[in-house]
Nanobody, 126 residues
Framework: QVQLVESGGGLVQAGGSLSLSCVAS????????MAWFRQVPGKEREFVAA????????YYADSVKGRFTIAGNNAKNAVSLQMSSLNTEDTAGYYC???????????????????WGQGTQVTVAS
């Protein structure tokens, strides 16, 4: 059974930095893509960043490009999200997700992922 556990959320001042981590267990597939999405109440879950753990290729939403960095450790089934230059619009619940078979064109779509963590809250204060 695949389980994803996020950590590292919290409260930060605008302009500050925060790092999120996600560790997966129960992975049996050789192909692994892990990603971060975020969601605010009343809105759709939004793609943030993704990484192919096998090859290291990364993908970013335009809104976070240059500010956020996703990194993965295939041996540890882990992914991190380093966030900098945070602003109030980054406030959201951040969710780690995993899929062994997602195609590139589906990476930004939440419907393409089968497994999700419980989420961790990030709040950016002005």
């Amino acid at each position: 059974q695949v389980q994803l556990v996020e950590s590292g959320g919290g409260l930060v001042q605008a302009g500050g930095s925060l790092s999120l981590s996600c560790v997966a267990s129960g992975l049996t597939h050789s192909r692994r893509t892990m990603a971060w999405f975020r969601q605010v109440p009343g809105k759709e879950r939004e793609f943030v960043a993704a990484i192919r753990l096998n090859g290291g290729h990364t993908y970013y939403a335009d809104s976070v490009k240059g500010r956020f960095t996703i990194a993965g450790n295939n041996a540890k089934n882990a992914v991190s999200l380093q966030m900098s230059s945070l602003n109030t619009e980054d406030t959201a619940g951040y969710y780690c997700t995993y899929d062994p078979a997602i195609i590139t064109s589906s990476i930004p779509n939440q419907s393409g992922y089968r497994y999700w963590g419980q989420g961790t809250q990030v709040t950016v204060a002005s």
